[in-house]
């Protein structure tokens, strides 16, 4: 399995960027698919964006298409997500996560590995 670590989280006022960071240990990160959740006080958890192995395909939910961006560095071993144009409605925590497969993943139950999370306040 791969060892997952967020950072990048904080406060930012409405209409900030924030960009998390997401790094992995273990040999299998380049091989495998990657997703970023976040959940909310009271809410399920709930995909934000996915990338594939090589980074050439990508899923965003509705919610955030045209504000975030993820993206991977296999070099690195290193996950990101670019938050832009931040509403009140993203905050929560947000955690990256490894699947067990090389292409895009959007089930939760495709994803075997998950970070401690970190936490993402927009304030109004």
């Known amino acids: 399995q791969v060892q997952l670590v967020e950072s990048g989280g904080g406060l930012v006022q409405a209409g900030g960027s924030l960009r998390l960071s997401c790094a992995a240990s273990?040999?299998?990160?380049?091989?495998?698919?990657m997703g970023w959740f976040r959940q909310a006080p009271g809410k399920e958890r709930e995909l934000v964006a996915a990338?594939?192995?090589?980074?050439?395909?990508?899923y965003y939910a509705d919610s955030v298409k045209g504000r975030f961006t993820i993206s991977r560095d296999n070099v690195k071993n290193t996950l990101y997500l670019q938050m832009n144009s931040l509403k009140p409605e993203d905050t929560a925590v947000y955690y990256c996560?490894?699947?067990?497969?090389?292409?895009?993943?959007?089930?939760?139950?495709?994803?075997?590995?998950w970070g401690q999370g970190t936490q993402v306040t927009v304030s109004s």
């Open positions: 273990g040999r299998t990160f380049s091989s495998a698919a």
């Open positions: 996560a490894a699947s067990s497969q090389f292409r895009v993943a959007t089930m939760t139950r495709d994803f075997g590995s």
């Open positions: 990338i594939s192995w090589s980074g050439g395909t990508t």
